[in-house]
């Protein structure tokens, strides 16, 4: 069997990072898997880039131009919606011709345009497609908030500046979705099943098969390590109860580091004993502007893509806590637990369904400081110690590429009629 992941970047972005890893949890299980993108960062001979041109950028910036124009020249929500209105012709390609599954993923910023879907889609090779947020199922937007016009038509969209018009640049794409839809037959895969559940509930998937399977990692590579020495390597304190935070860019509100941060001041004033005790590791970009506004020691990192220096992260700390307003199912979630490090994060899209509540981390209520404080406490409490064994148990049971590729494969040879 030979599966072609299409994906936008080879590593950039959790989508990017889980299809990868996708890939070679499949090679692993015995599968051809090769991945084509757009961006490729690495050598890696099983990532196939298209031709690079200055093409590329033309439609990503041809993409943002009509954005820019619908939203009346504001930059309102610019970089938070996609309209796919241009895009690669991939059916050409060897590695396209060679597949007998094709496996999309995210594709957005101008790799694949509606009309090229819809080419893949009556080429006659079997299609799936993970969904790594809503906007398969939406007019334009990957997060749709409080939203649910995608429900039964997107118009009047609050993405767009002024909450747009009854036919509005969301209104026109969701109809041109939903005659790809129409014609397209497509298998559908969500991260989570809070993800599942609203793309259940969207009139562009009636009818279409839509199923629950996580993202992959390798527990071989993210395991439990001695914390002492992962602490020398990074030189963080020995003596110090660590916090972990991290995200692409710590100051996007949509991770929550303000919550963070309050929480952080609530431990100051209501546990002094612990507090004296407390740092934060913080990892991604702008990080130092988040470490400026915390209480406590802070340990700043620039975002890291080497796996394993992030294992030696994960395995330092103490604690992982992720504010995300909105989120899918978190690949620093998954990287956290396979390492034995227990997570604290909002009940909030994917994560209640990672983090098991009082027996492997907490589940504050949702923008709550006060409860995302309380769940700190109790998470570095010293008789939670077997928390980290609860959670690595967890990843190994749900997020191991063995438990993920065989989930996959059942997806496949039903794609195929096997």
């Known amino acids: 069997m030979r599966v072609l992941i299409i994906n936008t970047s080879e590593k950039t972005g959790g989508a990017a990072i889980a299809a990868r890893r996708l890939m070679e949890a499949l090679r692993n299980n015995g599968i051809q898997a090769t991945m084509l993108v757009r961006d490729k960062q690495t050598d890696a001979a099983d990532v196939v880039e298209l031709s690079p041109s200055w093409l590329n950028v033309w439609r990503f910036i041809w993409e943002r131009i009509v ?163 992962a602490r020398q390597r990074l030189g963080l304190p020995s003596d110090r109860k660590l916090i972990l935070f991290g995200s692409m860019k710590t100051t996007d509100k949509r991770k929550g580091v303000a919550y963070l941060i309050e929480a952080c001041h609530i431990l100051k004033e209501q546990y002094a004993d612990l507090s004296e005790r407390i740092g934060v590791v913080i990892v991604g970009k702008q990080a130092e502007e988040s470490a400026l506004l915390l209480p406590f020691p802070t340990y700043n990192m620039n975002f890291v893509s080497d796996e394993r220096r992030l294992v030696d992260i994960y395995n330092a700390v103490d604690l992982y806590v992720t504010p995300s307003l909105q989120d899918n199912l978190p690949n620093t979630i998954v990287e956290a637990m396979s390492c ?63 438990a993920v590729t065989r989930q996959y494969i059942q997806i496949y040879n039903q794609a195929l009629g096997q």
């Open 67 to 229: 954005i820019w124009k619908a939203n009346r020249f504001k930059r309102h929500n610019l970089f938070e919606v996609d309209i796919a209105n241009t895009g690669i012709d991939v059916t050409e390609l060897p590695e396209f011709k060679q597949a007998d599954i094709i496996h999309l993923h995210w594709v957005n910023q101008g790799m694949l345009s509606l009309k090229k879907l819809r080419k893949i889609t009556s080429s006659g090779k079997p299609v799936v497609w993970t969904m790594h947020d809503m906007w398969c199922f939406t007019g334009i937007c990957h997060y749709a908030d409080d939203c649910t016009r995608y429900q039964s038509e997107c118009n009047h969209c609050p993405k767009l500046y002024g909450k747009g018009r009854q036919k509005d640049l969301a209104w026109k794409i969701f109809q041109k979705k939903a005659e790809l839809m129409r014609h397209s037959d497509i298998r559908f895969v969500a991260c989570s099943r809070w993800l599942e559940g609203l793309a259940k509930k969207s009139r562009l998937l009636e009818g279409k098969q839509v199923t629950n399977i996580p993202n992959a990692i390798n527990t071989h590579l993210f395991h439990p390590h001695n914390q002492q020495e």
């Open 340 to 402: 034995g490090t227990p997570c604290v994060g909002f009940n909030v899209g994917g994560i209640p369904q990672m983090i098991d509540h009082l027996h492997n981390g907490y589940v504050a209520e949702y923008r709550s400081a006060s409860d995302l404080a309380n769940g700190i406490h109790w998470a570095l409490s010293e008789s939670n110690e077997g928390l980290h064994e609860a959670a690595h148990r967890k990843a190994i049971a749900c997020y191991s590429e063995a």
